[in-house]
């Protein structure tokens, strides 16, 4: 049985993830694909334990580098009990997050080295990497006044705009070294016009995969 596809999607919060997310995937099961959804943290029951700790304000402050062993711990545990078994069962996987959201929160946010957060990432899940990224882009200040709408602000939600300017700039330089596997879409416009990109984004991947297999 052939690989399926691994794609994950990454951006800033209030950029829409969850929304576009599911016109991607609408897309591929119209075409035909089975597709396997998960998000990060979280994925499973543990997994989405971990979740709950980092996301929520405790009265307890977390270093930056417990933060970041919390992200690879939950990682670890999605990608051996949902990702690896998707894939290798043909299966495409969709992901709301994967380590791209480490390199750019943990690393460009909070400043931990990058060639540390590489290092564990090798050790986590080795080859299990997206073979397609969706970055949906918007300036900070965009992205923070939509995510203001959601509800109560979580731990990460809470962080100045200075820190989701720095986890942007990361994206951007992490799309810019790697153009064969990004895919950036501007996310700041309407709704639908960006909903129309992310389905043709799918569409194109659909006939690129099929061309290849």
Do not use: C
Not at 59 to 67: G, K, L, Q, R
Not at 99 to 107: K, N
Not at 123 to 151: F, K, M, Q, Y
């Amino acid at each position: 049985m052939s690989r399926g596809l691994f794609v994950s999607f990454e951006g800033v919060e209030g950029v829409g993830k969850s929304t576009q997310i599911a016109a991607f995937i609408e897309t591929l099961k119209d075409a035909g694909i089975d597709v396997v959804q998960t998000r990060e943290p979280g994925g499973t029951p543990n997994a989405e334990r971990i979740r709950n700790i980092l996301k929520d304000h405790a009265d307890e402050s977390m270093p930056p580098v417990a933060e970041l062993l919390l992200m690879f711990a939950a990682r670890a545990i999605n990608t051996a009990n949902t990702i690896r078994p998707a894939i290798e069962a043909g299966n495409w996987v969709v992901a709301d997050r994967y380590t791209d959201s480490t390199r750019a929160y943990q690393g460009g946010g909070r400043g931990q080295p990058m060639d540390r957060i590489n290092a564990v990432a090798e050790w986590v899940h080795g080859d299990i990497n997206p073979d397609i990224t969706v970055l949906l882009d918007a300036p900070a200040e965009v992205g923070l006044a939509r995510a203001s709408g959601r509800g109560e602000a979580d731990r990460f939600e809470t962080e100045a705009v200075a820190f989701f300017e720095a986890v942007r700039a990361t994206y951007l330089d992490l799309a810019a070294n790697e153009p064969e596997r990004f895919i950036v879409i501007d996310a700041s416009d309407a709704l639908e016009a960006v909903r129309e990109r992310v389905r043709q984004a799918a569409s194109d991947l659909i006939n690129r995969f099929r061309e290849v297999r």
